[in-house]
């Protein structure tokens, strides 16, 4: 998988750098080594990574032990003379975009502590986006907001769950990306729900789906999660959705400034469609070929110096002429009173 299809670290890390030099480490060991590589001290990585500076340190020596390397000075000249160069300094700035967005989510949380919100989320078992609703449970919760997931089992649908008690304050419908196997249900849920006062909301990760219920569901009934790049900006959207009397567009756009100043620093330092290992254009091969080519760049430049020396000269020799000295004549009488 190409890194400019990975959006957050955790899969960065789990498609490309499990492994520095054919040695195994941790994700919590590449995020130490992303943050040596772009100068952070141990108190700093301490900071960013919200961990105790000791915990840096152990992590720190573990690294430095596994990779041979008994300084950071030696650690960093590793890793500049491997091929995961471009791919770490890419995880750090979607490190501290992940960690902004986190921080923003707590910020939010502040912002209502003494409203407490719940909510279920529904999905179903046979869908790949259970690994996704669990990370975004994860960030509801960082937002303040109680919730639950709840896994149904296959062939359920959505007449099922609507006989079912509704106890939470909010429940969060995934919607299959199947869902038109049980279309008649689907609409008929649909038409029920529009004429209720229960809180429910949809979450749609297919953009077919999405245009195929936009008929029968109001748009602030659903959350678009198809867009992989805008997985942040749809939490947001979702927060609003479930605190509708709370405003942190603020805090959303302080965030806004930040991830798109990272993003287009992330695209800048990442090679353009292939990763450099892809490509087969790594430091070793680099140097390799600047050592092949260095007699060359020499000639061509003793070549070149001496062109522009022939040039300057031949421009100089008229103004010599033009202003050449007068000639002083010497004196060849020899005077008397000097015995030879």
């Given at each position: 998988?190409q890194?400019?299809?990975?959006?957050?670290p955790?899969?960065?890390?789990s498609?490309?750098?499990?492994?520095?030099?054919?040695?195994k480490?941790?994700?919590?060991?590449?995020?130490i080594?992303?943050c040596?590589l772009?100068?952070?001290?141990?108190k700093?990585?301490?900071y960013?990574?919200?961990?105790?500076?000791?915990?840096?340190?152990?992590?720190t020596?573990?690294v430095?032990?596994?990779?041979?390397c008994?300084?950071?000075e030696?650690?960093?000249?590793?890793v500049?003379?491997?091929?995961?160069?471009?791919?770490l300094?890419?995880?750090?700035?979607?490190?501290?975009?992940?960690l902004a967005?986190?921080q923003?989510?707590?910020?939010i949380?502040?912002?209502?502590?003494?409203?407490?919100?719940s909510?279920v989320?529904?999905c179903w078992?046979?869908e790949?986006t259970?690994?996704?609703l669990?990370?975004?449970?994860?960030?509801?919760?960082?937002?303040?907001?109680?919730?639950?997931?709840?896994?149904m089992e296959?062939g359920?649908?959505?007449?099922?769950?609507?006989?079912?008690?509704?106890?939470?304050y909010c429940?969060?419908?995934a919607l299959p990306k199947?869902?038109?196997?049980e279309r008649e249900n689907?609409?008929?849920f649909?038409?029920?729900?529009?004429s209720s006062?229960?809180?429910?909301?949809f979450?749609d990760?297919?953009?077919?789906?999405l245009?195929d219920?936009?008929p029968?569901?109001d748009?602030?009934?659903?959350?678009?999660?198809?867009?992989?790049?805008e997985?942040y900006?749809?939490?947001?959207?979702l927060?609003?959705?479930?605190f509708?009397?709370?405003?942190?567009?603020?805090l959303?756009?302080e965030?806004?400034?930040?991830?798109?100043?990272?993003?287009?620093?992330s695209?800048?330092?990442s090679?353009?469609h292939?990763s450099?290992?892809?490509?087969?254009?790594t430091?070793?091969h680099?140097?390799?070929?600047?050592?092949?080519g260095?007699?060359?760049?020499?000639?061509?430049?003793?070549?070149?110096?001496?062109v522009?020396?022939y040039?300057?000269?031949?421009?100089?020799a008229?103004?010599?002429?033009?202003?050449?000295?007068?000639?002083i004549?010497i004196e060849?009488?020899?005077?008397?009173?000097?015995?030879?």
């Amino acid at each position: 998988m190409q890194a400019s299809n990975l959006l957050f670290p955790q899969e960065i890390y789990s498609a490309q750098l499990t492994a520095l030099n054919g040695i195994k480490l941790s994700k919590r060991e590449i995020d130490i080594i992303s943050c040596i590589l772009n100068g952070r001290s141990a108190k700093g990585i301490a900071y960013l990574l919200s961990i105790a500076p000791k915990t840096v340190e152990t992590h720190t020596y573990n690294v430095m032990k596994k990779l041979d390397c008994p300084s950071r000075e030696r650690l960093i000249s590793l890793v500049e003379r491997s091929e995961k160069l471009l791919l770490l300094k890419r995880y750090y700035l979607r490190l501290l975009s992940h960690l902004a967005f986190e921080q923003t989510l707590k910020n939010i949380s502040e912002l209502g502590s003494n409203e407490e919100k719940s909510c279920v989320i529904v999905c179903w078992k046979e869908e790949a986006t259970i690994a996704l609703l669990s990370q975004i449970k994860a960030h509801l919760e960082l937002a303040g907001v109680k919730a639950s997931l709840e896994v149904m089992e296959n062939g359920e649908s959505l007449l099922y769950l609507t006989s079912k008690k509704q106890l939470s304050y909010c429940t969060l419908y995934a919607l299959p990306k199947k869902w038109a196997e049980e279309r008649e249900n689907f609409t008929s849920f649909f038409k029920k729900i529009s004429s209720s006062s229960s809180n429910i909301l949809f979450l749609d990760f297919d953009k077919e789906t999405l245009s195929d219920i936009s008929p029968f569901v109001d748009e602030n009934r659903y959350v678009n999660f198809s867009e992989k790049e805008e997985y942040y900006f749809s939490v947001f959207t979702l927060l609003k959705r479930l605190f509708p009397q709370r405003n942190f567009d603020p805090l959303i756009e302080e965030f806004k400034k930040k991830h798109q100043f990272m993003s287009h620093s992330s695209e800048v330092s990442s090679p353009s469609h292939q990763s450099i290992s892809q490509k087969g254009l790594t430091f070793s091969h680099l140097t390799k070929s600047l050592k092949q080519g260095r007699w060359f760049l020499a000639a061509l430049l003793l070549v070149c110096g001496g062109v522009l020396m022939y040039q300057g000269l031949k421009e100089k020799a008229p103004l010599q002429n033009h202003f050449q000295l007068p000639e002083i004549p010497i004196e060849t009488e020899i005077r008397s009173d000097l015995n030879l």
